[in-house]
């Protein structure tokens, strides 16, 4: 069971890399306005399904990445009950967290797009801070839940509670968000779409990885 929980945990961080691209693949000519520089203008040109299928592969992919860490959780148990099961509680609790927080950042150009075609553009400012405002605690909460994992697997790592090389400490969101930041950062042009957009995704895929490894 937990090998197949791990392989589901891959499918369930590529789905969620499915709907990074749906929302977060913007194409050329966008620029960023709006409160905090969140709003891309390109919103206007995606049709409004997009952020449909993404908040649906986003849903669906959360739980199979549930699933994976679960899966990781159980594994390190059996060396460190503790580290094991707070393994598997955050992250089982980050991930609904996960579906939040797409569903949220799906939300905006949806209503940034309603706004702009009724008439109203100057309301984009304060409807979106008034969102912010709203979503901004179980957001970083959220966030913070679903990082955890990655730093308890690396922990288990580096102490001998895996059987897997210490580089797959390596191997997670936190490792992933940091290089495709970098990659975004130095060459925009280039990456600001792919991989960039991708990354934390595939890393929580990557905590599937190292659950099939250390059974292996």
């Given at each position: ?24 693949l913007k ?89 702009i ?76 779409d ?23």
């Open positions: 069971m937990l090998m197949t929980f791990s392989v589901l945990g891959i499918v369930g961080g590529l789905l969620c890399a499915t709907g990074d691209i749906l929302f977060d194409g050329k000519g966008n620029q960023k306005t709006g409160p905090g520089g969140n709003v891309d203008t390109n919103w206007l040109k995606m049709s409004d399904w997009r952020f449909v299928v993404s908040i649906i592969c986003a849903f669906f992919g959360d739980i199979l990445v549930m699933m994976g860490i679960y899966s990781l959780g159980m594994q390190i148990a059996r060396t460190n009950a503790v580290l094991g099961y707070f393994t598997a509680i955050t992250g089982c609790a980050g991930t609904v967290g996960g579906v939040m927080i797409h569903t949220s950042l799906c939300v905006q150009p949806l209503i940034y797009k309603r706004l075609e009724s008439g109203h553009p100057e309301l984009v400012d304060s409807m979106l801070k008034t969102f912010y405002k709203a979503v901004i605690f179980p957001f970083v909460f959220g966030y913070l839940l679903l990082m955890t994992p990655c730093v308890t697997t690396a922990i288990a790592i580096f102490t001998g509670g895996l059987d897997v090389p210490w580089w797959f400490a390596l191997l997670n969101s936190i490792s992933f968000m940091i290089v495709g930041i970098t990659l975004r950062k130095i060459k925009p042009q280039w990456f600001c792919l991989p960039g957009i991708i990354m934390p995704s595939m890393g929580l895929s990557m905590l599937g990885v190292i659950g099939i490894i250390n059974l292996m």
